[in-house]
């Protein structure tokens, strides 16, 4: 008879920064019962996913393993930890368990997918636990750059996992929780199994720096400022949307949110009485009628998304509001790798227009992730008999890995789909899982292994050939008719590409057996191949190629 | 009568990091004699422009004005500089003017296009001199990181001009000539009308340094490497490669270079007498049988180029070589904006893998471009009566010019297309011409407005619908018949989205009027818009829709 095990194992988040999405289980092999901690999204980009709307963790092994999911915890409310409740709950249909900030978002997202709120029930932080099977769950404050952000200590008949979920050590936050090592030792004290760890800034050689530093030299630069002031930063800190503010106020300038997000955000910060106080505010309408010198904007878009409100000012007017030359545009943010060209793009039109623009300036932003000797600070506190890294790309899992080892630590690293025992003196990978990808594709939930996105970006790369062919029989009924898309109109013989590649099909159709008229794989084949082979002689390039074939009874 | 001016025009480069090329002339308004200096491309990426293979300038200006160029000017060998020599000189027609190592180059891109390589011609540096039309034109050597960098001094009856090139100061760049304050002084000496300068680095704040300063730290890396090391840098940064073959050299290790370009570029050094000794090298076949402990790599592919040696090691083998854990990968780079996702994914494939990589650290990188301080050291020997920024984003060179100007300076930040007239007191822009971009699409030259790659990138980010109908006089023959490309098979209503879409357009015709049946535009409107609405119900989204319809004679 089998021993009971713990097990973990990363449905997303181990071998990327996003989708975050954690099992861990307890009981015997193949009937451990399990709790799932987070249940975030990622995002597309045009150069592997283009045309979709959100990318989700491949949730498979928790449907096909329904009756033993107990409930789903969830840490904090970036989108990369609870973006996909909303979409993927509704297969889930377990408790929710959260606190009150990330659950307030956490119910809104429920309610935007027309399911009911009440499946997220508000907990309160340490030493208050959660049961859910055999599992004791308590959240333990952490700081974040985001309100009320938690790490999780999971305890089991297996023993005691502490799960840090996204932190930093800042004993000064400004909105949240400090750093508080006290309560940490206190509440993960005793034996600890694993600790499973942030690995996302385990490159970043020095101690991170805190929020509060940012005040002064926010304030500074919003007071000299000539004219209107325009800062950016991520909706969900709310900490600096505060700060950001408060310097407004203090320059004396009117404080204007610009962007849906920024809004809802700040009013779930009110709401649930994260935030005691927060400058007034003004409506954009309010807004054109304040001196610019006088006005100070705070907008969504730090990440240069394209409908947010940096971008919509970077191509003009956005709700009557528009920069000028000499107004201070502030990015109080860091670009995340990726989107340098979006960001690139919407620097270099507020250049265009006059604007000074303040970017990648460490003065005015400090990351929401501890670095290095935090980590290792982390690891001296829980003192686990292993870390397990998580949150970060294959090599950021690697190197905290190392980094772990170094200080004498067993560590392993262990990647989406790998389930690893937890139980003995060594931990292993004793399994892999399914654990791909979702993509949310318009309102389609579909495959990242269906083809269909690869079939999109052969399009973007080759170009669209549609080939129309009418039969009666096995007689061609006039001439093929081509229609091109995405694809020069005139190829090397200056001829129409349209026509050189008709007049090549035609002469095909013409000499073509019967047999081959006759078969439809055959024929697709045939003109497939003859379209690609002209255009490559024309054009230099081979197109997909679609053929549209219409039998007409005889 | 109107008087003879002195122009700038960049084409390309004032607003873009890349596709360098700028006019100057010297004559009558409209019949200025002109040079063109530098003839480069860009690169194109997956958001703006897929499938595109080269972004070149515009050059509609010069083919109208052919007559009036007298000849063009190439400072250095680098891509964005000479790239697009082999492809546009046709179209131009007019001597090309290089030192031997860039020309070098040069000829063999005409030779790739076909052309005949003696129309590039070699000149000797300063103080040889280049008459073209009422210019005088000499190469001025300056360091970067590419060997035979010149500025240009280029004297006409209305002043002097100093054109940078790219350009860093440093008295020791390994291969090339180092900095020369004094050679800069006496050869720019006297009034200089306008300095057209370098802008890249104009936001790093600290002096730049000598690529003299890696040497150590790589020899003591490549050395206490365990097992094989892999390096990658610029195929032609010759000094870098040749650092880093040294240091292979030093730590006892045999040496293979890796990839085209990068054997391409060593032996063109070595042919031009600009590296007189290489440490010798080993073939691909050859370093097989090395042990991996005595064998150093050098290869290409630092941006992430998927087909580079540096992404085919990431994926597997290459020429029968491999990487294994304990090895050291090198990255003798920095990562261009826009590129971070590619490199990553190698990073990622290379932790893995349990390759230690080394990446992003300045002790094994220099940029070749002068930093701020450097800019004003720079502004300060040609001590010019004004500066033009050049070679940047349009946010790089209004910076310049605002550093320009805080030293006491005239600045003008001239874009793309912007023709200033550098006579009268002040620079100022009198007008502009049409300079956008070329791409080369497979074989053929296409205009960037001209809708293709924008048809190319909504088929991505929508997916096709074909919609096939055949009509007989105004009567349907038979139902229409759809094909999808690139979208979710089943949609909401759980049926396959063919069968609604033909079903719904199906409908649509049995109802229409024998008007709308006989109107090819009216009848397509129609079909489009019912297999948009239909597709948004069903799936969520409005693909692009192509309708091919086909009338048989009555």
Redesign the interface.
């Known amino acids: 008879m089998s021993k009971n095990r713990l097990i973990y194992l990363p449905l997303g988040g181990a071998?990327e920064i996003g989708m975050n999405a954690y099992v861990y289980g307890w009981g015997k092999p193949g009937e451990e019962r399990l709790i799932l901690v987070d249940l975030g999204v990622t995002f597309p980009?045009?150069?592997t996913t283009?045309?979709v709307n959100l990318i989700m963790p491949d949730i498979s092994f928790l449907k096909e393993n329904i009756d033993r999911l107990e409930a789903i915890f969830i840490t904090h409310a970036h989108e990369d930890h609870v973006g996909a409740v909303g979409r993927l709950w509704p297969e889930l249909k377990v408790p929710v368990y959260a606190r009150a900030f990330t659950g307030h978002l956490a119910q809104l997202k429920l309610e935007d997918a027309g399911q009911d709120p009440s499946n997220v029930e508000i907990v309160g932080a340490w030493p208050e636990k959660v049961e859910a099977g055999p599992f004791k769950v308590a959240f333990l404050p952490i700081s974040h750059s985001i309100p009320e952000s938690a790490g999780l200590v999971i305890d089991s008949p297996g023993g005691r996992i502490v799960h840090t979920g996204d932190f930093k050590l800042d004993p000064a936050p400004g909105v949240g929780e400090p750093w508080d090592e006290a309560l940490w030792r206190e509440a993960t004290g005793g034996r600890v199994r694993a600790l499973v760890c942030d690995s996302t800034n385990v490159f970043s050689p020095h101690p991170g720096r805190s929020e509060a530093g940012l005040k002064s030299e926010i304030e500074a630069l919003v007071t000299k400022a000539p004219h209107m002031v325009v800062a950016t930063t991520f909706a969900s800190n709310v900490a600096r949307v505060k700060t950001l503010a408060e310097a407004g106020q203090a320059a004396g300038r009117s404080v204007c949110l610009l962007g849906r997000a920024m809004r809802r955000m700040i009013e779930a910060a009110v709401k649930t009485g994260i935030v005691e106080s927060f400058p007034a505010t003004v409506t954009p309408e309010d807004a054109r009628d304040i001196p610019r010198e006088s006005l100070m904007l705070i907008v969504t878009g730090s990440q240069g998304e394209r409908r947010a409100a940096s971008a919509q000012l970077a191509r003009g007017k956005y709700l009557g509001l528009e920069m000028a030359e000499g107004d201070t545009f502030l990015f109080s943010s860091k670009t995340i790798?990726?989107n340098?060209?979006?960001v690139?793009r919407i620097?270099?039109a507020?250049?265009?227009m006059?604007v000074d623009?303040v970017a990648e300036d460490d003065r005015y932003h400090v990351s929401g992730h501890a670095n290095r000797p935090d980590l290792e600070k982390m690891h001296a506190v829980v003192d686990p008999e292993f870390v397990i890294p998580m949150h970060g790309?294959?090599?950021h899992?690697?190197e905290h890995a190392k980094l772990a080892q170094a200080n004498g630590r067993q560590s392993l690293v262990v990647v989406n789909g790998a389930l690893a025992d937890l139980t003995g003196p060594v931990p292993h990978v004793v399994e892999h899982v399914e654990a791909d990808r979702v993509y949310l594709?318009?309102?389609?939930l579909?495959g990242a292994l269906?083809g269909?996105?690869r079939?999109?970006?052969r399009?973007?790369?080759?170009?669209?050939v549609?080939v129309?062919v009418?039969l009666e029989g096995d007689e061609p009924?006039?001439d093929p008719?081509v229609?091109i898309?995405?694809?020069?109109e005139?190829?090397?013989s200056r001829a129409s590409l349209i026509d050189v590649l008709e007049e090549d099909l035609g002469q095909f159709l013409m000499r073509a057996k019967g047999k081959t008229l006759r078969d439809d794989d055959a024929l697709e084949g045939e003109l497939v191949k003859i379209a690609k082979k002209t255009a490559l002689d024309e054009?230099?390039?081979k197109p997909?190629v679609?053929v549209?074939m219409?039998r007409?009874e005889p």
């Not at 594709?441 to 389609?444: C, P």
């Not at 898309?485 to 020069?488: A, C, K």
């Open positions: 071998g980009d045009m150069d283009p045309g790798p990726g340098e060209r979006s690139g620097l270099n507020f250049s265009e006059g623009v790309e294959h090599r899992l690697r594709d318009g309102d389609i579909i269906d269909i996105v079939d999109r970006i399009l973007a790369l080759n170009g669209h549609i129309n009418i009924l006039g008719w229609e898309v995405g694809l020069p005139t190829g090397k054009i230099g390039r997909e679609t549209v219409s007409l």
